[in-house]
């Protein structure tokens, strides 16, 4: 990345921690071999997934052998909706999740549909918020055996009731998958959750490592073809080096989860506050309280949402626009439209830990020009 690059996607992929980046060298010469052998160099891969399981869980507060460690964070995510509703099929054929679930539990929900069984979307508010009466009467229904909530919107930063929905859920016997991509690793995750999924990536660890944590007495069974590898939770072998960079950087995010709040928070609440002051026509969304200290979106009338990344690209801002999850489909935003909100020319800004004040106020200065060139461009004029 070139010195007038500035990198504002960390909820994409948070760039590599140097915990990650020291730890992965050390395990690529040391974690070659297979853990599950029973010769010198497999027992030391096995002592480093072992120590990397125990570091993950003591993090997160849960058990080693609750822990599974996946290919990534979607296959994760598709393991634990497909898993929990096979091991609860006789209760019932139906799934809840809200509206603005990240597209792995929404594809996973298609197939689910495709299969025969049922998907409720329960929808959220103009903020992003879930409807929690709406949440305790779907989950209430008959047929109800699962349930899917996403910690924090990845698309406009918004903090889901994640206790609320899970005491909800506790009161109808429904399990609730939580999925805390954008939580873990920045803040604690609400108790009360049946299954939980987390992708390294996103916390500054290396890409292909997912989290998949299945609490004691939690009915869950793995929707893939047996296989022995971590308790039979995931198929196929690990990438261990990844694994271990992956434990390391989590404990070192979390550690710093705090501080790095309060001092993106700010940087944050200048972006919404001067882009509403300094951009006509540009709405800020997401709540403005409950959300992620590190991500912001705003939508712009009038501008195209594909040719403002193209243009902030060409300045040297790396930013998601439209959708996070399927920008390439050049769909709008599921997740924006569930809102109500302008869906178009729409642009998310997340920070992370290499992220200084002078990379925020050269954004927000350039910003102002970049969008009236781009109106101008198209015709509109006299904003």
């Known amino acids: ?110 197939r689910h549909v495709a299969g025969g069984g049922a998907a409720v979307p329960v929808p959220v508010d103009r903020l992003g918020r879930l409807d929690l009466d709406g949440w305790a009467a779907a989950v209430r229904a008959p047929g109800v055996a699962w349930a899917s909530l996403i910690a924090a919107s990845h698309e406009v930063g918004t903090v889901q009731p994640v206790a609320e929905a899970a005491a909800a859920c506790a009161g109808a016997g429904v399990p609730l998958h939580v999925d805390a991509a954008q939580v873990v690793g920045r803040a604690p995750v609400p108790a009360g959750w049946s299954v939980l999924t987390a992708s390294a990536h996103k916390w500054g660890g290396p890409s292909g490592v997912g989290l998949l944590v299945v609490r004691k007495g939690t009915r869950w069974e793995s929707p893939w073809p047996a ?15 990844a694994v271990v960079a992956a434990a390391a950087s989590l404990r070192a995010a979390a550690a710093d989860a705090a501080a790095e709040a309060a001092r993106l928070t700010p940087l944050v609440e200048r972006i919404r506050t001067r882009v509403a002051v300094e951009v006509p026509d540009v709405e800020v969304v997401g709540d403005p309280v409950d959300r992620l200290p590190h991500l912001v979106t705003f939508s712009c009338l009038y501008v195209d949402g594909e040719a403002l990344l193209h243009a902030l690209d060409r300045r040297g801002f790396a930013v998601s626009s439209g959708s996070s999850c399927t920008a390439s489909t050049l769909r709008p935003s599921h997740v924006l439209e569930a809102m109500g909100v302008l869906s178009h020319g729409n642009v998310r800004i997340s920070l992370h830990r290499e992220t200084t004040e002078a990379d925020v106020e050269r954004f927000l200065a350039e910003l102002p020009g970049i969008v009236a060139d781009l109106r101008a461009e198209a015709g509109v004029v006299g904003l």
Do not use: K
């Open 227 to 241: 296989d022995e590898a971590e308790a039979g939770r995931t198929p196929g072998s690990l990438n261990l080096p």
């Open 1 to 110: 990345m070139s010195a007038a690059s500035v990198y504002l996607d960390a909820a994409t992929a948070a760039p590599l921690h140097p915990v990650a980046r020291q730890a992965l060298g050390a395990a690529l010469a040391d974690g070659w071999a297979d853990p599950g052998r029973l010769y010198a160099q497999a027992r030391r891969a096995r002592q480093l997934l072992d120590a990397a399981r125990a570091a993950a869980a003591e993090t997160l507060g849960v058990r080693p052998d609750e822990l599974s460690f996946t290919a990534n964070g979607t296959t994760a995510a598709h393991g634990a909706v497909l898993g929990g509703l096979a091991a609860r099929r006789r209760v019932g054929p139906v799934l809840v999740h809200s509206a603005i679930e990240h597209s792995a539990v929404l594809h996973a929900a298609e």
